[in-house]
């Protein structure tokens, strides 16, 4: 598969932007996700959190998930390319403001995003600003598919830092710089807190509420929204999340990005297994 894969990267790459990061999306969506599995996945998911949606919807999301997650996949393989078109995006939202004030202060500036549109637009976009961004990244478990996804990443912008000792002490040394950290944490986290997400129980990393709280850096949740055009951007930074505890923090991220992914469905990646945590079994109080 992951040669397969490389293969058609290869070629897409050979097309003009314009057409290669379509053509990728229509793969993913009626190639690729039929033979993983992703509609069953999506619908499972939506099952679970949204099961007042029409069939005619459920149907659209099993296609235009896909398709956005292969657009995802092919821009983040255009390396400079689409740095260079993600750099024209616009940039709104009440956290600009904040993180703008930051970094004429050289305070240090976590922001956290999601598998939501392309993650790394956001990064390419902050970049062209003339922001010191660095992104923690986890390594594929494939290693043949995580050396050239590494290379293809890295090509967008640097720093990256890996996730592991060597990866975090760099990490730290970006923060305490006064640079801007990306992470993503709507994954499932084994060890993560029991936060919720579209009102069910999802295992949330606390990470950047904790490096926020421990190097006095602003928190501000940041997602890239794909316009209807399919290849542009808007960069939106929310609110920055107050400083108060690790839970209460990372609950508010995960409310910010339910608001978002509810008004734009489609963009968030539901072919994750994002909800694992089992409801706690109710405690038997036995009388005599």
């Not at 097309?15 to 033979?35: H, Q, T």
């Not at 599995?37 to 959190?49: D, M, Q, S, T």
């Not at 890996?162 to 640079?179: A, F, Y």
């Not at 709280?213 to 290849?231: E, H, N």
Request: aromatic share 8%; hydrophobic share 45%.
């Amino acid at each position: 598969m992951d040669r397969a894969l490389r293969l058609f990267i290869n070629t897409a790459l050979m097309l003009p932007y314009r057409w290669r990061v379509p053509l990728m999306g229509k793969f993913a969506a009626y190639v690729v996700a039929p033979l993983a599995g992703y509609p069953a996945r999506i619908r499972a998911n939506l099952a679970k959190v949204r099961p007042d949606l029409p069939e005619s919807e459920i149907r659209r999301l099993c296609r235009a998930v896909p398709d956005n997650v292969g657009r995802t996949l092919i821009e983040i393989y255009s390396g400079a390319e689409f740095a260079a078109h993600a750099r024209r995006s616009v940039i709104s939202g009440p956290g600009l403001a904040a993180l703008e004030a930051a970094r004429e202060a050289g305070r240090p500036v976590v922001l956290v995003t999601g598998h939501f549109g392309n993650y790394d637009a956001a990064r390419a976009a902050l970049i062209g600003q003339g922001h010191n961004m660095g992104a923690l990244y986890r390594a594929m478990a494939n290693p043949y598919f995580n050396e050239h996804y590494v290379r293809a990443i890295t090509a967008i912008g640097q720093p990256m830092f890996e996730q592991g000792k060597r990866g975090m002490i760099e990490m730290v040394r970006h923060l305490k710089s006064g640079g801007v950290l990306g992470i993503l944490t709507d994954l499932h986290a084994p060890g993560g807190a029991r936060t919720t997400f579209f009102g069910e129980v999802a295992k949330t990393s606390t990470v950047t509420a904790d490096l926020a709280l421990k190097f006095d850096a602003l928190l501000i949740p940041v997602y890239a929204v794909r316009q209807p055009s399919g290849l542009d951007f808007e960069i939106i930074l929310q609110e920055p999340v107050p400083a108060t505890d690790p839970e209460t923090m990372t609950q508010a991220v995960n409310d910010g990005l339910e608001n978002l992914v509810r008004a734009h469905m489609e963009q968030w990646f539901w072919i994750h297994r994002r909800w694992k945590t089992k409801a706690r079994p109710k405690k038997i109080t036995q009388t005599d």
